[in-house]
């Protein structure tokens, strides 16, 4: 699910890079929740409960075309 994260802890970002959606910035984010990140066992399971819907987040770019 997950392809790429990069912490930025300056300004509290969190940039995760999906494997089927493309790249994500979610703001806000503590350096705990981006080091639990890095060691879950499942990194997908651990973003569905931790950070998906918590965080603001905007698109940075889509690995795919959206079809219209």
Excluded: H, W
């Excluded at 940039?15 to 089927?20: A, E, K, L, N």
């Amino acid at each position: 699910m997950i392809e790429r994260i990069v912490f930025d802890e300056e300004a509290e970002t969190l940039r995760i890079r999906f494997r089927r959606s493309g790249e994500y910035l979610y703001s806000g984010v503590p350096r705990a929740i981006y080091e639990a990140l890095s060691r879950a066992k499942s990194a997908g399971t651990f973003f569905n409960e931790a950070i998906k819907g918590r965080f603001a987040c905007q698109p940075l770019r889509r690995r795919y075309p959206v079809e219209e």
